[in-house]
């Protein structure tokens, strides 16, 4: 096992050399199957298994990044915790990034929390710099809403860089059998407040197509597949005037 993965994400840092920019495709933290990981995916895992994370712009080349989750489950299943590995490159601007995460779920309540340390590799004309991330998410079950908060803290370790402090918090409720509604932000310090809509429909619980938009009018499209133990998700943004964007996982469990 520590053979694979020492394998994977030689073969992410040397052929992907790595991202530091690419900002991640916004997602709902009180949406099911969710956690503070940074796949913000499996929020309780009924198995264990690898998530596969790859993302970039549709209208270039030179911002990509990939990654790689592996997620362990206690036998009780309240117990997640895994390794997460990720590689990624924006601009000629390269980086690298490890990190552990767990999950302890409290009936009702799910407290998630992830540390990871980067290294960015901007090139011959700026200094290596390396940040330290610190996540922590809370997710607690109304009567028909699922809530949750996740607290986001970014650390350089060079007094130049600045630090990131952000709240993502989120609403889910599930309408009817096949419809699922989801309301959240993200509030930084630093940035503007950015507030998202969705709306998520599944046929036979094997297929999602989800629907996004921001208060920008920015739409995102997302699809979702799954085949026994292997699922898909597929996810596209749309930014008018902006380099549109993808992103994908497959997990195999």
């Given at each position: 096992?520590?053979?694979?993965?020492?394998?994977?994400?030689?073969?992410?840092?040397?052929?992907?050399?790595?991202?530091?920019?690419?900002?991640?495709?916004?997602?709902?933290?009180?949406?099911?199957?969710?956690?503070?990981?940074?796949?913000?995916?499996?929020?309780?895992?009924?198995?264990?298994?690898?998530?596969?994370?790859?993302?970039?712009?549709?209208?270039?080349?030179?911002?990509?990044?990939?990654?790689?989750?592996?997620?362990?489950?206690?036998?009780?299943?309240?117990?997640?915790?895994?390794?997460?590995?990720?590689?990624?490159?924006?601009?000629?601007?390269?980086?690298?990034?490890?990190?552990?995460?767990?999950?302890?779920?409290?009936?009702?309540?799910?407290?998630?929390?992830?540390?990871?340390?980067?290294?960015?590799?901007?090139?011959?004309?700026?200094?290596?710099?390396?940040l330290l991330h610190t996540n922590f998410q809370l997710s607690v079950p109304l009567q028909h809403w699922q809530f949750a908060a996740k607290l986001i803290?970014?650390?350089?370790?060079?007094?130049?860089?600045?630090?990131?402090?952000?709240?993502?918090?989120?609403?889910?409720?599930?309408?009817?059998?096949?419809?699922?509604?989801?309301?959240?932000?993200?509030q930084e310090l630093q940035a503007p407040s950015v507030y998202f809509f969705s709306i998520q429909r599944s046929w036979q619980q094997k297929t999602f197509?989800?629907?996004?938009?921001?208060?920008?009018?920015?739409?995102?499209?997302?699809?979702?597949?799954?085949?026994?133990?292997?699922?898909?998700?597929?996810?596209?943004?749309?930014?008018?005037?902006?380099?549109?964007?993808?992103?994908?996982?497959?997990?195999?469990?």
């Amino acid at each position: 096992m520590r053979v694979l993965l020492s394998c994977l994400f030689l073969g992410c840092s040397l052929a992907v050399q790595a991202q530091f920019s690419l900002n991640p495709v916004p997602t709902n933290p009180a949406e099911p199957n969710r956690c503070v990981a940074a796949s913000n995916r499996g929020l309780i895992q009924t198995d264990p298994g690898f998530l596969i994370r790859t993302s970039g712009l549709i209208s270039g080349f030179d911002a990509y990044s990939c990654g790689l989750d592996w997620i362990q489950v206690e036998a009780s299943q309240t117990w997640n915790y895994g390794l997460q590995l990720h590689a990624s490159q924006v601009a000629g601007i390269s980086s690298a990034q490890g990190g552990l995460f767990a999950v302890k779920k409290w009936k009702p309540f799910s407290l998630a929390m992830a540390m990871g340390y980067e290294m960015a590799f901007p090139g011959a004309d700026y200094p290596r710099y390396s940040l330290l991330h610190t996540n922590f998410q809370l997710s607690v079950p109304l009567q028909h809403w699922q809530f949750a908060a996740k607290l986001i803290l970014q650390v350089p370790l060079q007094h130049e860089q600045a630090s990131l402090k952000a709240l993502d918090i989120g609403l889910h409720r599930q309408v009817n059998e096949r419809t699922y509604l989801g309301l959240y932000t993200r509030q930084e310090l630093q940035a503007p407040s950015v507030y998202f809509f969705s709306i998520q429909r599944s046929w036979q619980q094997k297929t999602f197509l989800e629907l996004r938009i921001n208060q920008q009018a920015h739409l995102g499209v997302g699809i979702q597949w799954m085949r026994k133990k292997t699922q898909i998700r597929l996810f596209l943004q749309y930014k008018p005037f902006h380099l549109s964007r993808w992103q994908n996982e497959i997990l195999v469990a």
